[in-house]
């Protein structure tokens, strides 16, 4: 709550006034960010302040189980209690509400309020001065912006976007705000807009592949225009560029004519089509709502593209890298053998706003390799599922994208991150995803790489003085990585489900013990054990542990620890690894589980695995540092212990400490004490 005084909040003439209040709505969750304060406490005002002489203002309109309210009436109620953490809140409401016949989740209706912004830009007039539709015929005659849209609108639609501009300071602000309360929806999936994550890889990558002497930018045609994204790349430029922005002719690329004019960026737009020798950056976007036409369209894209234009192409992993089959396949494998195709990259989840576990993929689409025979031809591929994207790392992921369109010299001199160099007759041989699996991120982005991790051993090892017996090899011959569920699906690894066992059943003195989720999680208090006649009575599809079997918990926190001995019963949500191959150790598939970070479905966590042949040698080397470790923590149990002792002992007066001699000429020894009974027992 702010200590603002009534007094002292800004209320300009043109702030809403209460002949508004019937027209501006605005919900809970809105009054909330009016307010600066999270959605809870406007809870707990309404409810706390139902009555009295300043009570919360009651709704106006109740639809579907959702009030909305007045905002004119709700921000002077913000003002005169002194409540929230906005001392505009009056000012700033039109910037929050909506007039009560406007719904953003209609298309129809957003557009036609971005559209008004737009005229209100285009000649710096407010909306409720002069004729609508003859300031929108004489700003887009050939109807490519906004005429559509204006011809339409309810008659309150403008009186509300002129409020809106004005409580965002600006049409500009106003725009933004628009775009930050237009609702996602679920339904649109794959299709939705990029997250800002998202965004900033695709604008990053953008600005990097840009020519430096004649930079252009270009949506794709068709349905494989990107506009939304076109949009965002447009609005990192600023007014100082001299970039060109070339974009279709049709009902996609109005939203983006309508950002360059908000934004003071019309002069930008071109219609020259980029033609075959001209250099450009061409992004499309694949939804997945029609793989086989979106595909054709691709090829079709890449077959016009010219040798100095580049393209970068968004779209599920399904379409871009999981294997294909009949005419999508035809299409994708067309655009591979062309050549063009050099950076595959599988990109993390949350890359879209309306499908946060859709995994996107992008592809980078450059110049021809010239006479190159396709056996000799090269991409780059990645995989960054699990990695997060900060700010250092897509900077490297960008570096690695622009370097894929050099020179074979150029792709051997670079020391890649995240991509790794692949022949491109290798992504056309059999039915395997295009790219291959990473090894766990924490490896590979967090951690030591691996060309390190030798060193580091032999000098963790000599501190410790300890010989684990292992041996340096000349090449990194780890299996690659694979997902949980494929190695279930290969038969390599059992997923069994725990039992879902009674209280009752829980306590008893003897018999199996019991691994559930306290025990994975390392908080259990109590040994607990089942009777073994009760479990073959009530629970007889129960599976009892074999040694080595990993016990897991997925969810939120993912946890994981090896039964050594067996003879346990799984209780659930646990549920029960069995490692069929000797490619999966124990003791790293808990390690690999331990360290993700529950933002996917466990099925497609990532395991490493090992030589066969290493496995048991392997398990040998763990258990070693396991027993020393447990040794190590035991004795600091001890040693702890001993302090509490010495504390106690030395405060009762029971002891006392006696220094002990020490050379003076030697640095490096210090004084040391012994402890003496006091016979006395002096306090």
Excluded: K
């Excluded at 002077?76 to 001392?87: A, F, M």
């Amino acid at each position: 709550m702010t200590n603002a005084r009534p007094s002292d909040r800004r209320r300009p003439a043109d702030a809403a006034t209460t002949s508004d209040a019937a027209t501006l709505l605005i919900s809970l969750s809105e009054v909330a960010a009016l307010a600066r304060v999270q959605r809870p406490v406007v809870s707990m005002w309404r409810t706390r302040f139902s009555s009295g002489t300043m009570p919360f203002p009651r709704p106006r309109i109740s639809s579907n189980g959702r009030d909305r309210f007045s905002a004119v009436e709700v921000a002077q109620w913000l003002c005169d209690t002194n409540h929230g953490n906005n001392p505009d809140a009056v000012a700033d409401a039109a910037a929050f509400a909506l007039v009560d016949s406007l719904a953003l989740t209609e298309t129809q209706h957003a557009d036609a309020l971005g559209a008004l912004l737009a005229l209100r830009a285009f000649d710096g007039r407010p909306l409720l001065d002069g004729d609508l539709i003859e300031r929108a015929d004489e700003a887009d005659p050939d109807d490519e912006i906004l005429v559509r849209e204006i011809a339409s609108v309810d008659a309150s639609w403008a009186a509300f976007a002129d409020q809106m501009a004005d409580a965002a300071y600006s049409t500009l602000g106003a725009w933004e705000r628009l775009h930050e309360r237009r609702p996602t929806s679920g339904r649109d999936g794959s299709a939705g807009a990029l997250s800002a994550q998202g965004g900033e890889l695709i604008t990053g990558l953008s600005r990097a592949l840009l020519d430096d002497d004649r930079p252009m930018i270009a949506d794709a045609p068709g349905s494989l225009s990107a506009h939304d994204t076109v949009a965002t790349v447009i609005a990192s430029f600023g007014e100082s560029t001299e970039v060109e922005v070339h974009v279709p002719s049709g009902d996609a690329g109005r939203s983006i004519r309508r950002e360059l004019l908000v934004r003071g960026l019309y002069p930008l737009l071109t219609q020259r089509p980029p033609g075959g020798a001209a250099p450009a950056v061409r992004v499309a976007r694949l939804r997945g709502s029609a793989p086989e036409a979106e595909l054709a369209q691709l090829e079709e894209l890449v077959v016009e593209l010219g040798d100095a234009q580049r393209a970068i192409v968004i779209g599920p992993d399904t379409l871009l890298t999981e294997p294909l089959f009949g005419a999508s396949e035809a299409s994708r494998d067309a655009v591979l053998r062309s050549g063009r195709v050099r950076g595959i990259l599988r990109l993390p989840q949350g890359m879209v706003v309306t499908a946060p576990r859709q995994v996107m993929a992008i592809w980078l689409i450059g110049g021809p390799q010239g006479g190159t025979p396709l056996a000799d031809r090269f991409t780059l591929t990645g995989d960054l599922r699990g990695i997060e994207l900060n700010d250092g790392r897509t900077r490297d992921v960008i570096s690695d994208l622009v370097t894929s369109l050099g020179t074979r010299r150029d792709v051997l001199a670079h020391a890649f991150r995240f991509l790794r160099f692949v022949r491109t007759s290798s992504l056309l041989a059999g039915n395997t995803p295009l790219v291959a699996t990473s090894a766990l991120p924490r490896l590979g982005a967090n951690g030591p790489a691996p060309a390190d991790l030798p060193v580091l051993l032999d000098e963790a090892t000599a501190r410790l003085e300890i010989d684990l017996r292992l041996s340096t090899t000349t090449t990194a011959a780890a299996p690659a990585s694979v997902s949980l569920g494929d190695a279930i699906d290969a038969g390599d690894v059992r997923a069994l489900s725990g039992a879902r066992l009674s209280a009752e059943d829980s306590t008893g003195a003897d018999g199996f013990d019991i691994i559930g989720r306290d025990e994975v999680q390392r908080v259990a208090r109590v040994r607990r054990q089942i009777d073994r006649l009760r479990l073959a009575a009530n629970y007889p599809r129960a599976e009892i542990t074999r040694p080595g079997d990993v016990v897991f918990l997925a969810g939120a926190s993912p946890r994981a620890l090896v039964d050594g001995d067996g003879a346990s019963v799984v209780e659930y949500p646990a549920r029960i690894l069995r490692l069929a191959s000797h490619a999966f150790v124990p003791e790293i598939v808990a390690a690999d589980i331990n360290a993700q970070g529950g933002s996917s479905p466990w099925q497609r966590w990532m395991l490493r695995r090992v030589e066969p042949s290493q496995h048991d040698a392997t398990r040998d080397a763990l258990h070693r540092v396991s027993a020393l470790r447990a040794d190590a923590d035991r004795r600091a149990a001890e040693l702890a212990a001993l302090e509490s002792l010495v504390i106690d002992a030395l405060a009762a007066g029971v002891v006392t400490a006696e220094p002990v001699p020490h050379d003076p000429s030697d640095a490096t020894s210090e004084p040391d004490t012994t402890l003496d009974s006091n016979t006395e027992g002096t306090s």
